[in-house]
């Protein structure tokens, strides 16, 4: 089974810190997504990445960007906190015709 | 307009009985449709995943696409309380490609 780690389970920074998220995954899989899930809100796709040093905007791209130097890492970098990022914070990969895996997620809290 | 939308519920039942859930979406370009199903404070896990119209079963699980009116539904036969989740519909253009989520269907089936 793919398995996909996500660093923390749950973070507190405070506002205007710079914050990293980390994802990794041990299927060397190509496609990388982070989403963040709020209630009513639902998943929304900030930045996924089709390969190594590849990345494209999602649907809310302000306020992160990422990084991916390795195939198996993906990191989503908070350049300034605030507290509108307090979120739940999902990262996925996925390969054709095997839909997405998640990790657990990080429940980010910006206080 | 949201590109994928979910009743958010919640949809209450009793054990044994048939969950009935749909989504609709409005992109015309989707060919692949998944659902999955979260538990609290874990990330989604993929049920199923479809390519195109047509019904797709698993298990307890079906799954039914009609892209003429741009439907999708998930039925879970003999429901039971491990069964309470909330459950979320995603499309998208190609295999693999970035996913596009409904809100999500919270489900509670009652013992």
Known sequence: ?111 | QKEVEQDPGPLSVPEGAIVSLNCTYSNSAFQYFMWYRQYSRKGPELLMYTYSSGNKEDGRFTAQVDKSSKYISLFIRDSQPSDSATYLCAGAKAAGNKLTFGGGTRVLVKP
């Open chain 1, 1 to 111: 089974d793919v398995k996909v780690t996500q660093s923390s389970r749950y973070l507190v920074k405070r506002t205007g810190e710079k914050v990293f998220l980390e994802c990794v995954q041990d299927m060397d899989h190509e496609n990388m997504f982070w989403y963040r899930q709020d209630p009513g809100l639902g998943l929304r796709l900030i930045y996924f990445s089709y390969d190594v040093k590849m990345k494209e905007k999602g649907d809310i791209p302000e306020g992160y960007s990422v990084s991916r130097e390795k195939k198996e890492r993906f990191s989503l970098i908070l350049e300034s906190a605030s507290t509108n990022q307090t979120s739940m914070y999902l990262c996925a990969t996925s390969r054709p015709i095997y839909g997405y895996t998640f990790g657990s997620g990080t429940r980010l809290t910006v206080v």
